[in-house]
């Protein structure tokens, strides 16, 4: 198995540079497994809805979607990011609330869960995520 920087995953999502591109290709259809963690996750996704490239939401659920349906990738924890993905889906009002975010709740939930421990909220400032029930205001 390898691991990919967010950089090698954005150059494959984008296909925008001559050179990276079809290097970062390579790898993600190689013979290799290809590990996605939490980070790179969020990274990426950031950074596609970013000033730069400003992906819409649809874009941003096609683009994790299209990662799912890889046979080489997997992820560091793909059940939680598939219940962020539908989070995201579901979110009202859906305009406002980040994929990014909906990722922090729901790894913050599965890992206070994975430890046995009760989960009593994430605290965020973010009004948008303040939606999701787990979510407290600081």
């Known amino acids: 198995m390898i691991a990919l920087d967010t950089n090698v995953l954005l150059r ?10 079809p290097r970062a290709a390579k790898l993600l259809t190689g013979g290799d497994k290809v590990l996605i963690t939490d980070v790179v996750m969020v990274e990426t996704l950031w950074t596609l809805k970013g000033k730069k490239y400003k992906l819409t939401r649809e874009d941003l659920i096609k683009v ?26 579901t979110a009202l ?39 999701f029930t787990d979510t407290k205001k600081p």
């Open 64 to 89: 994790v979607d299209q990662l799912f349906r890889e046979p080489n990738i997997e992820f560091e924890d793909g059940q939680t990011v598939w219940r962020a993905l539908s989070d995201f889906r």
């Open 12 to 21: 494959y999502l984008l296909q925008d540079d001559k050179a990276q591109s």
């Open 93 to 131: 009002p859906p305009a406002e609330v980040d994929l990014a975010d909906t990722l922090i709740l729901a790894k913050a939930q599965f890992d206070t869960g994975r430890k046995a421990e009760k989960f009593n909220g994430l605290y965020t400032f973010d009004v948008a995520l303040q939606y």
